[in-house]
Structures are given as C-alpha cells and as structure tokens.
C-alpha cells in the first residue's frame, strides 16, 4: 500500500485499524516530499519537527480510542495562513523572515482535530496571481507537466496534493486562488461562502472576498475539511453562525443553470466539449438544464481590479518597514518606509498598490470604487434572479487548462483573464467548487459548480454524485 496515495477517510480508517500509525504516514509524507519537491517547488517551508511530534500525538489520542477524521492525517498549509511559531511568507521578500505569533483560527481547528502540518505552501506575493509566478521564491510546477504552471495563488497546495506530498491542504480563494490551481491540477477545491470560514489569520488580500478552503483528493474529504474549518469566530466580524449539514440531493430533477456569457468568445475548444460533455451527463441522470444569463459578469474583471486594489492598499499599508519583516535603513522614516516598500515587494504587488491608492483618491472615488461598487450590486443580483430559477450553476472554471510557465508573466491583463469565470460569484460572496472531470492530453480540466449562499452540503452532494459517474 501507497501511504501517500490514500485519501482522507482511507488513511483514518487505516490509522483506525491500526494497519500503520499516524508517524509512519507522515514519514511517508515527509519521504515523498524530499523526493519530489526540488522540481516541484510546491513546499516553502517544510516543518518536519513540528510534523513528527504531532504525530506522536495523535497517535496516543488515536491509541486513546477518542479521535476524529482529521486526526494523524497530514496536511499542507498556505503560507499567507499564520501557525503560531512558523515562518509566514505569503511567498514576498518583505515577509521572508517573518514568524506568526499566533494561530489562525482555522489552524487552531485543525489542530485541535489533531491533524498533522508538513509545512507551508508556496503562492502568489500576497496572493495575487494565477500561476505562483509572482512568488519571491519560484514557481511550483504543475505535476502533470513540469513546464507548466500549477495555477495560482494556491498553487502549491494544490500540486502538493496532486503530487501526494500532501494528504490534503488549505488554500484561500479571493477571486479563483482555490478553484482555479484545483482545475489545473486535477483536485478538488472548494471555495466556501463568504462568512462560512474564519479569516483571522490569514494575510489579507483583499478583505471583502478572502475566504479560506479545502484542496482535497475528493469530494468527501473536502466535506470532511470544511466542516471541520468553518463556523462563527468571534475573532472575525465577517463569520457567521454557519453550521454544515449534509443535503439529501440528487441529479434528477435537479434545475442546473448554464450561463450563456460562459462558453463565449476565449474559452479553449476543448475544455468547452469537456464541461459540456459533462453537463450532458448530468442531464442523462435527470437534471433539468435551463440557459440562464448573467449580463453584468462581463463587467466582472474591472469591478474586480478595482475593489480588490482598493482594499489591497489599505492592507498592505501596515507593511512598511517598521512593524513587519523586512526594514530597510534611510535617512529619515519616509526613506525607510520607500526602501522598505521598494525592495519588498514585487511588481504585481506594487502595482496593485499603486491602482488601490489611484481609484481611492478623492478626484477619482466616484469614477471607480463607487462605481464598481455598484457593479458589484449588479452582479449580485444577476447570481440572485439566477437562483431563482436554477437550483446550482454548472460553468467551467478556468478558460484553457494549465499554461506553459513564463506565456502570461508579462502580460497582466492575459494573467488576469485566467479568473473570468472564478471571480463574478466571489463579487458575489458565493461558494463554488472545482471538481475534475476531464483532461487535455495529460492536463487536468476542472467543472465548476456555483450554489446559492451557505449551499455548499447541496454543491459537494451533486459533486460527489458527478465524480461517481
Ligand atoms: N488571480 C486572482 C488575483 O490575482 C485571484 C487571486 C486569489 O484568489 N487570491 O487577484
């Protein structure tokens, strides 16, 4: 038996028939990570003390006979998400020696389930991009074909699943981080609601759509992740009293929404005939397919790079040389704030910076952030009348499978384009999930499956359904 190659409930029911301890399978981990992850590059930091005596742990709570899912299964963290006395990066210079002094409230969750943490996982700066290209410390290769990217910002929790160096991982999700590396590497990932996941802890990008969510080998386990990471935390205003429950729902008679702007103008061929290949299956099994429209998504892009610039400015203001990381000397505080600023971060991230500060100006507010505010309405309202009639919304996650690395790193706006379907619901606050259902050659291509707020038992049981066709 691969030890690495189980998914979470194989490897809990192994651990529970005592047929391997949770230290052999974390060694097991720890053994395919230094095999493999030179090329990869999936892994920042690889904290195997930290690793070794959780497991000892959870092998005596497992011995105990009182334990859970999570407990002894090894898992891989984002580095833009804080646990306690562990370098986070958020993959820039300007955090590069930078140590959490606390957990994140998700962290605190899955430690207390008894999970085991390898390490911290490789992302865009700040989590900004769709390739991890936009790391201070290198790309992650895609492990289906090491001259392509892995996705992004989640880029090296979901190779790091794909490639099993991880049992499952934590990812974040502001406008497609999570279901879009997902696709491109053939994993799940699951981007919960707006509310349904504590952000305390995690580095914020942009504030009012970070969520954080499981990458996973499938669907269960994602159902397992999640319910183990979401509800209320005092610590995070935006959290609500969520509470998963499983849903009793099937495919036949089940109303799927296809939205017509999705399968327009710059979506590959081929990923079109996967996804459709598969809502066709979906209508074999009695799902009803209706075509619905939703006109403002086409505005998607721009609200987006302006409203996640915008509260990208505020965020990354703390970051100036003095109460953070990095702290360049100059002549006087404005000097260090610049050089600070100047040698820590990358040109994503200063440019986003930069827009940030441009569309909060006073001569401009009205032109920009008001606007896409309310285009940001307008979105929502599109995704509202939607599930008015449609009880889920069936659309591709990502327009072409994983790109060559290098194709994109200079054209922003190219770059920007691998989000167009990922980031009109996040605008929205909804959750969605990217399940694999096809490949080009040896590329993964991931379907996408939109459910209205706190939906996410209803996504994951139509998902599960679907992986077992
Ligand atoms: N690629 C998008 C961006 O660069 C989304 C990133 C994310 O979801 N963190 O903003």
Same mark, same amino acid.
């Given at each position: 038996?691969?030890?690495?190659?189980?998914?979470?409930?194989?490897?809990?029911?192994?651990?529970?028939?005592?047929?391997?301890?949770?230290?052999?399978?974390?060694?097991?981990?720890?053994?395919?990570i230094?095999k493999s992850d030179k090329e990869l590059n999936a892994f920042l930091?690889?904290?195997?003390?930290?690793?070794?005596?959780?497991?000892?742990?959870?092998?005596?709570?497992?011995?105990?006979?009182?334990?859970?899912?999570?407990?002894?299964?090894?898992?891989?963290?984002?580095?833009?998400?804080?646990?306690?006395?562990?370098?986070?990066?958020?993959?820039?210079?300007?955090?590069?020696?930078?140590?959490?002094?606390?957990?994140?409230?998700?962290?605190?969750?899955?430690?207390?389930?008894?999970?085991?943490?390898?390490?911290?996982t490789n992302t865009d700066?700040?989590?900004?991009?769709?390739s991890t290209e936009?790391s201070?410390f290198g790309v992650t290769k895609n492990p289906y074909d090491k001259t392509r990217v892995a996705g992004g910002?989640?880029g090296g929790s979901a190779a790091a699943v794909a490639a099993?160096e991880?049992?499952?991982?934590?990812?974040?999700?502001?406008?497609?981080?999570?279901?879009?590396p997902?696709?491109l590497c053939g994993?799940?990932?699951?981007?919960?609601?707006?509310?349904?996941?504590?952000?305390?802890?995690?580095?914020?990008?942009?504030?009012?759509?970070?969520?954080?969510?499981?990458?996973?080998?499938?669907?269960?386990?994602?159902?397992?992740?999640?319910?183990?990471?979401?509800?209320?935390?005092?610590?995070?205003?935006?959290?609500?009293?969520?509470?998963?429950?499983? &849903? /009793?729902?099937?495919? *036949?008679?089940?109303? !799927?929404?296809? =939205?017509?702007?999705? #399968?327009?103008?710059?979506?590959?061929?081929?990923?079109?005939?996967?996804?459709?290949?598969?809502?066709?299956?979906?209508?074999?099994?009695?799902?009803?397919?209706?075509?619905?429209?939703?006109?403002?998504?086409?505005?998607?892009?721009?609200?987006?790079?302006?409203?996640?610039?915008?509260?990208?400015?505020?965020?990354?203001?703390?970051?100036?040389?003095?109460?953070?990381?990095?702290?360049?000397?100059?002549?006087?505080?404005?000097?260090?704030?610049?050089?600070?600023?100047?040698?820590?971060?990358?040109?994503?991230?200063?440019?986003?910076?930069?827009?940030?500060?441009?569309?909060?100006?006073?001569?401009?507010?009205?032109?920009?952030?008001?606007?896409?505010?309310?285009?940001?309405?307008?979105?929502?309202?599109?995704? &509202? /009348?939607?599930?008015? *009639?449609?009880?889920? !919304?069936?659309? =591709?996650?990502?327009? #072409?499978p994983a790109f060559k690395i290098g194709e994109?790193a200079?054209?922003?706006?190219?770059?920007?384009?691998?989000?167009?379907?990922?980031?009109?619901?996040?605008?929205?606050?909804?959750?969605?999930?990217?399940?694999?259902?096809?490949?080009?050659?040896e590329l993964p291509?991931?379907?996408?499956?939109?459910?209205?707020?706190?939906?996410?038992?209803?996504?994951?049981?139509?998902?599960?359904?679907?992986?077992?066709?």
């Amino acid at each position: 038996m691969n030890l690495t190659e189980l998914t979470i409930t194989q490897a809990h029911n192994g651990l529970k028939n005592k047929e391997f301890s949770s230290v052999d399978l974390t060694k097991a981990y720890l053994e395919k990570i230094k095999k493999s992850d030179k090329e990869l590059n999936a892994f920042l930091s690889v904290t195997e003390e930290l690793a070794l005596s959780q497991a000892e742990s959870a092998d005596k709570k497992i011995n105990s006979g009182n334990f859970g899912e999570l407990t002894g299964i090894p898992c891989a963290i984002k580095d833009a998400i804080l646990v306690e006395g562990q370098k986070c990066t958020a993959a820039s210079k300007i955090l590069e020696n930078y140590v959490a002094p606390y957990d994140a409230t998700v962290i605190q969750k899955l430690k207390k389930e008894g999970t085991v943490i390898l390490g911290k996982t490789n992302t865009d700066e700040f989590t900004m991009g769709s390739s991890t290209e936009n790391s201070a410390f290198g790309v992650t290769k895609n492990p289906y074909d090491k001259t392509r990217v892995a996705g992004g910002s989640s880029g090296g929790s979901a190779a790091a699943v794909a490639a099993n160096e991880a049992c499952y991982a934590l990812g974040s999700d502001t406008g497609g981080s999570i279901r879009q590396p997902a696709s491109l590497c053939g994993v799940i990932g699951l981007c919960p609601t707006y509310g349904s996941v504590s952000r305390y802890g995690l580095i914020a990008h942009a504030s009012s759509l970070d969520q954080i969510g499981p990458l996973t080998k499938n669907v269960e386990d994602a159902k397992i992740v999640f319910e183990a990471i979401s509800g209320k935390d005092k610590m995070d205003a935006t959290s609500t009293d969520y509470k998963f429950e499983e &849903a /009793k729902v099937e495919l *036949k008679g089940l109303k !799927i929404g296809v =939205p017509k702007e999705y #399968f327009a103008k710059g979506i590959d061929k081929e990923v079109e005939k996967i996804i459709k290949n598969s809502i066709k299956k979906a209508q074999d099994q009695g799902a009803k397919i209706k075509e619905i429209s939703l006109p403002s998504s086409e505005y998607a892009l721009a609200c987006y790079y302006i409203i996640g610039p915008a509260e990208i400015s505020a965020n990354l203001a703390r970051f100036d040389g003095i109460k953070y990381g990095l702290s360049v000397d100059g002549k006087d505080l404005l000097d260090v704030y610049l050089k600070s600023k100047g040698h820590g971060f990358g040109a994503e991230v200063k440019r986003r910076i930069m827009i940030g500060t441009y569309v909060l100006s006073s001569g401009y507010y009205d032109a920009y952030y008001k606007k896409a505010q309310e285009v940001r309405q307008f979105i929502r309202q599109d995704f &509202a /009348k939607a599930f008015e *009639k449609v009880d889920l !919304i069936f659309c =591709p996650v990502s327009p #072409f499978p994983a790109f060559k690395i290098g194709e994109k790193a200079d054209d922003p706006i190219s770059m920007y384009l691998a989000d167009i379907y990922t980031i009109p619901m996040k605008l929205a606050g909804l959750p969605g999930i990217s399940l694999p259902v096809g490949k080009i050659g040896e590329l993964p291509v991931g379907l996408q499956i939109i459910g209205n707020h706190f939906q996410e038992n209803k996504i994951l049981a139509i998902a599960e359904t679907i992986e077992k066709l």
